[in-house]
């Protein structure tokens, strides 16, 4: 080679390589946030948590210990009513819009729901109490169901919307080929195909709903005391780091940190276990 | 993996070789027309001659209608273009038979003459050859092919001979000299079977080993 | 005298009605005319191969013959019929059931195992008795030449299998409901030499016990796998008939030209 050549060539190999280290420092970059938080609530919260912290109850103000088994539980309970409620609106929504929604009425749809995506949790919250808390007359964990539910149904619409739309037509115009109606054809073949990408959608739609607070504070307002009724108040983690992170007591912050820590290992749990049960039987193709 | 179109590939075969039996027997009945001095067999040979038209006329288009329905290639394509060949000889090896039958009624008083000469053992020869050929094309023969191509040689020496003496008989004796021309051109025909019986078994060798013999000057196969 | 014959002319046993007829259809796409009085008539238990070159309107009509056209928002004047009925008065799913369609590309159902795959038309219908469902699958197997290559892995995802195995097992899914008529739209055209060779002589198996129209672009395919060819040009029917003659003497001067690759 001449040594224009391989000039060159060292040129382009440097241009190569600092690309690559760029693209590496970016990603270290992004990834820092993640890990200063992890390591941080861990490091603070880590002296609050031990059994007693998953299955006791809060103490009185003023002593020391006890656990947040309710809020725990509360969580849990609000976010699989914002489930029942915000799912099933959100799929089939997203199954019409994908579907038959090649239309003004589909387009407007679509607006609606981006709209709605975009709206302060918070209105939201206060929207649910006034379809909810105030004629039922007091908090309960219903109304916070339908707030959650609420929040859930732009991002489950949306996604759902473009995993059946990124399922090839050739497998709808096959069961139709074989005398399947059309909406079987929809709910039997093309929404399984479309399942993981979907379940990527409600995934996300939960882990918003689970780290929301301010709906949940004009809905469900929170319980000190152990309670399952839908009809009552109901604790939630994030009202609990709310409640505890803001009083002066230190154990209390100590234990606001331990249940920040707990809700983002929630989460990341979470993940991991959709991940694992909507793998497909069959290896990727 | 068999192709449904194979089977095409045999019937044409077979029609060829049921074609190739009805122009032996042709000849066969030509020939014992002319020797016998038998008029009414000599008329059903060119009776028959249109039966020998009708398979030139359906094999070859059975012949067109493989080549455009089955593109064939190799073997196959050898075996379609050699089926032509092979059609038009025994084709014209039935107009050759039906010459040989007009030429018993000239020859029916002139027996003895007829027999003292050496066209019968031209006749059996040339016979031996298209029944040879039609063996190796059945068998995919090359090596009787081969012996067909030797043969070739020895009714064209026959050929040259028979004229001699038949030349000088005519000198001899004027009367003879009728039955002895027609007799000189029974010889040609006799000359003209061979020919095509050669062509025949340089088509199967074609087939058999894709060597291309026609043209070669000299005796046997070259390599 | 015994003068030998060519065997009788293959293309429609005499007196048998057509299992599908055409007329005068017109189909549209919004403005676009797709398909120009087309009049033709499907023989029953014949392959048809349907030529032209591309955007001729040949993969059109196949889909107006199953009414899969609706799917891409076509419309569609004339009248087609299956056996005497016009299809439009036919409820369409059921149509579908009687008229099957294999695609280009092979496309099984990817949740789905092999055996689902197949057995999936009858399945989505209300059929859930097992022991039969297994007849169905082995039997549509078997006929698509596949049974002995995936017997034993019946479980195995429907996408596991080569391409041409793929197709193979489309064909079987769309035998599994029973059609009357199985429409190809270039079969074989995403596939290796051997498979093509494979669904060519499977194409010939089948129609002793289906009605076939095949859509391709491959003329010398038409020629060896049909009985009769259809030649379109830009929506319009130029000239149907035997393959055999279509072939060696076509009547209209285009065709010809296609044939032989002069245009097209």
Not at chain 3, 110 to 139: C, Y
Request: charged content about 20%; proline content about 4%; glycine content about 8%.
């Amino acid at each position: 080679m001449r040594t224009n050549e391989k000039l060159y060539l060292l040129w382009r190999k440097a241009k190569n390589n600092a690309m690559l280290a760029f693209s590496l420092a970016c990603l270290l970059l992004a990834l820092v946030p993640l890990v200063l938080i992890f390591s941080y609530t861990l490091i603070q919260g880590i002296s609050a948590i031990n059994l007693d912290f998953f299955i006791q109850m809060p103490k009185p103000v003023g002593e020391t210990g006890g656990g947040m088994a309710n809020a725990l539980v509360g969580t849990g309970i609000l976010i699989g009513l914002g489930g029942l409620f915000g799912l099933p609106v959100g799929i089939l929504a997203g199954i019409y819009l994908a579907e038959y929604g090649d239309n003004p009425l589909g387009g407007t749809v679509r607006f609606l729901a981006d709209v709605l995506s975009g709206i302060p949790s918070i209105i939201v919250g206060v929207v649910a109490y006034i379809i909810v808390v105030l004629p039922m007359k007091h908090f309960s964990a219903l109304a916070g169901g339908v707030a959650l539910g609420i929040l859930m149904i732009p991002t489950v619409t949306r996604t759902t919307e473009e995993m059946i739309r990124l399922v090839p037509q050739s497998y709808r115009e096959a069961g139709l080929a074989i005398g399947i109606p059309r909406w079987k054809t929809t709910l039997r073949i093309i929404l399984p195909t479309a399942l993981k990408g979907i379940t990527t959608g409600i995934l996300l739609a939960i882990a918003r709903a689970a780290g929301e607070t301010a709906p949940l504070l004009f809905t469900a307002l929170g319980n000190r005391f152990w309670s399952t009724a839908i009809d009552q108040p109901i604790g939630s983690l994030t009202v609990f780091i709310y409640d505890y992170a803001k009083s002066p007591f230190e154990d209390w912050i100590r234990q606001a940190w331990g249940a920040a820590f707990v809700l983002i290992a929630l989460i990341f749990a979470l993940s991991v276990i959709f991940r694992i049960v909507t793998r497909s039987r069959y290896a990727e193709h | 993996m068999e192709r449904h179109f194979e089977r095409e590939l045999e019937d044409l075969k077979g029609t060829l070789v049921n074609m190739g039996s009805l122009v032996d027997g042709q000849l066969g009945s030509a020939c014992r027309a002319l020797f016998e001095g038998d008029l009414s067999r000599a008329r059903d040979v060119m009776d028959r001659d249109r039966e020998v038209d009708a398979y030139d006329t359906l094999i070859d288009r059975q012949c067109m209608d493989i080549f455009a329905l089955t593109q064939p290639v190799a073997v196959d394509l050898r075996l379609l273009m050699s089926a032509l060949a092979i059609n038009s000889q025994l084709e014209r090896i039935g107009d050759i038979a039906v010459n040989i039958a007009e030429r018993v009624e000239p020859l029916v008083a002139h027996r003895e003459f007829l027999l003292s000469t050496r066209l019968s053992e031209m006749a059996d020869i040339a016979r031996i050859m298209v029944r040879d050929s039609l063996d190796s094309f059945i068998r995919g023969d090359a090596t009787l092919a081969s012996r067909v191509l030797v043969s070739d040689d020895v009714v064209d020496k026959l050929d040259g001979g028979l004229f001699r003496t038949l030349v000088a008989e005519m000198k001899g004796h004027h009367e003879r000299v009728e039955p002895a021309a027609h007799i000189l051109i029974l010889s040609r025909h006799l000359e003209r079977l061979a020919d095509h019986a050669t062509n025949i078994a340089e088509d199967v060798i074609f087939i058999v080993e894709a060597k291309l013999v026609k043209h070669t000057a000299g005796e046997g196969i070259r390599p | 005298m015994d003068v030998p014959s060519d065997q009788p002319s293959p293309a429609a046993k005499a007196g048998e009605p057509a299992k599908m007829v055409a007329r005068n259809v017109d189909a549209f796409f919004g403005k676009t005319q797709a398909l120009k009085k087309v009049s033709l008539e499907v023989a029953t238990n014949r392959v048809l191969a349907i030529i032209g070159p591309s955007g001729c309107g040949k993969s059109t009509f196949l889909r107006c013959l199953n009414r899969m056209h609706e799917v891409a928002s076509g419309t569609m004047k004339g009248t087609i019929t299956l056996d005497g009925q016009n299809i439009l008065q036919i409820d369409e799913v059921n149509l579908r059931r009687r008229v099957g369609m294999v695609f280009q590309k092979p496309n099984p159902f990817p949740t789905m195992s092999i055996f689902d795959n197949v057995a999936a038309g009858l399945r989505f219908n209300g059929h859930h008795n097992r022991k039969h469902l297994a007849e169905v699958v082995e039997r549509c197997l078997r006929q698509a030449a596949l049974w002995d290559e995936v017997k034993d892995s019946l479980n195995k995802s429907g996408m596991s299998i080569s391409g041409g195995q793929q197709q193979r097992l489309c064909i079987a899914r769309t035998l599994a409901v029973s059609p009357e008529v199985v429409l190809m739209d270039e079969p074989a055209s995403a596939l290796d030499p051997l498979s093509t060779a494979k669904i060519e002589e499977l194409i010939y198996e089948l129609k002793q016990n289906y009605t076939i129209a095949i859509v391709t672009h491959n003329m010398q395919q038409a020629a060896r796998v049909s009985d009769m060819t259809a030649f379109f040009y830009l929506g319009e029917l130029i000239e149907i008939g035997e393959t055999k003659r279509i072939f060696t003497t076509p009547e209209k001067r285009q065709t010809e030209d296609y044939i032989t690759g002069r245009f097209g």
